[in-house]
């Protein structure tokens, strides 16, 4: 798994830099580095959120859905507003799968599926919507 979410991440920063995996990592790196600092997150807390597809313990965290929420916004798949970005998600997700040489069928859908979740309280919905595009990404 967590080869996965880096990897899914990398696509992101790739797909939205045009840039080679090794600047990849570093700007992946710097807006993990940004908005944990943002939101006054450990590096462990942050290590665990990234480890685990951007799943979090405590879900009544806002702090730790926020976090996960500006990264979103960083790599691109959610706008300022919090707007899933349903192509820039599916674009990404293809090129993780197809680097490593399969497909989904119906990844689309499973992402527009995920751009209907809704959540109450400060930086859920985005939180929700991105375990599942995680989900649909695998």
Do not use: P
């Amino acid at each position: 798994m967590k080869a996965f979410q880096i990897c899914t991440l990398i696509c992101a920063v790739v797909a939205h830099c045009m840039c080679d995996k090794e600047e990849a990592m570093k700007i992946l790196r710097a807006s993990v580095d940004k908005c944990s600092a943002g939101y006054g997150l450990s590096r462990e807390t942050t290590q665990y959120i990234v480890r685990h597809n951007f799943t979090i313990k405590d879900e009544n965290d806002e702090n730790q859905r926020c976090f996960v929420q500006c990264v979103g916004q960083e790599m691109g798949d959610f706008n300022s507003e919090g707007i899933f970005d349903v192509d820039h998600a599916t674009e990404t997700a293809e090129k993780w799968l197809e680097w490593n040489g399969r497909t989904k069928s119906n990844l689309r859908e499973e992402m527009e599926e995920c751009a209907k979740i809704t959540g109450t309280g400060t930086c859920m919905t985005t939180y929700l919507i991105t375990k599942c595009a995680m989900k649909a990404g695998e």
